[in-house]
């Protein structure tokens, strides 16, 4: 056919065997209940973002928590969902359009390509970004090849659930 070949390539961080992703991705948050949720894959970020809603600090048990909400779907606020999770960072992030913002960075589970790993993510504003999340490097570079052609090379949730929030808010 003429295309490119996979390549079975073995990372030296991870001792495992590369996964090759897209430059989006539909990627889960199996720690937050979320199982759907389209993804920038970023390698020009270093740490991975997270739109995030309503976000509350708190304590609890003398350590710093955050409660926020997740709205997986871009354009509506069905199947929102609540997670509390301890902040393990704060951190200034410079953005692409080189404002830098104070985040909350925790760490939760993310699955991309079928693989589910720890990561840092930083909780922030993305309502003008065309996703909700954005993978960056510290996820990628645990086992990841990104092919800048592709879209969805991790696979797509089936029809009925990527067209049931079309058009509702």
């Known amino acids: 056919m003429g295309g490119v070949s996979e390549s079975k390539q073995v990372t030296?961080?991870?001792?495992?065997?590369?996964?090759?992703?897209?430059?989006?991705?539909?990627?889960?948050?199996?720690g937050a209940?979320?199982?759907?949720?389209?993804?920038?894959?970023?390698?020009?970020?270093?740490?991975?973002?997270?739109?995030?809603?309503?976000?509350?600090?708190?304590?609890?048990?003398?350590?710093?928590w955050v409660r926020f909400e997740v709205h997986p779907w871009q354009t509506s606020a069905r199947d929102a969902v609540t997670v509390e999770l301890p902040v393990a960072d704060e951190r200034?992030?410079?953005?692409?359009?080189?404002r830098a913002e104070i985040?909350?960075?925790?760490?939760?589970?993310?699955?991309?390509?079928g693989r589910t790993l720890d990561a840092e993510v930083t909780l922030t504003?993305?309502?003008?970004?065309?996703f909700r999340m954005l993978v960056g490097r510290e996820v990628l570079a645990r086992g990841f090849l990104v092919d800048s052609s592709r879209s969805y090379a991790g696979g797509v949730?089936?029809?009925?659930?990527?067209?049931?929030?079309?058009g509702k808010r």
């Open 33 to 64: 209940g979320v199982p759907w949720m389209k993804a920038k894959i970023d390698t020009g970020a270093r740490t991975s973002a997270l739109h995030a809603f309503d976000v509350q600090e708190f304590r609890r048990e003398g350590h710093l």
């Open 103 to 113: 985040r909350r960075v925790v760490v939760m589970p993310v699955t991309v390509g």
């Open 12 to 30: 030296p961080e991870t001792s495992v065997e590369a996964v090759t992703v897209g430059w989006r991705e539909w990627v889960c948050l199996p």
């Open 92 to 98: 200034t992030i410079r953005s692409s359009n080189g």
């Open 125 to 130: 504003d993305r309502d003008e970004m065309g």
């Open 157 to 166: 949730p089936p029809r009925a659930v990527r067209r049931r929030n079309w």
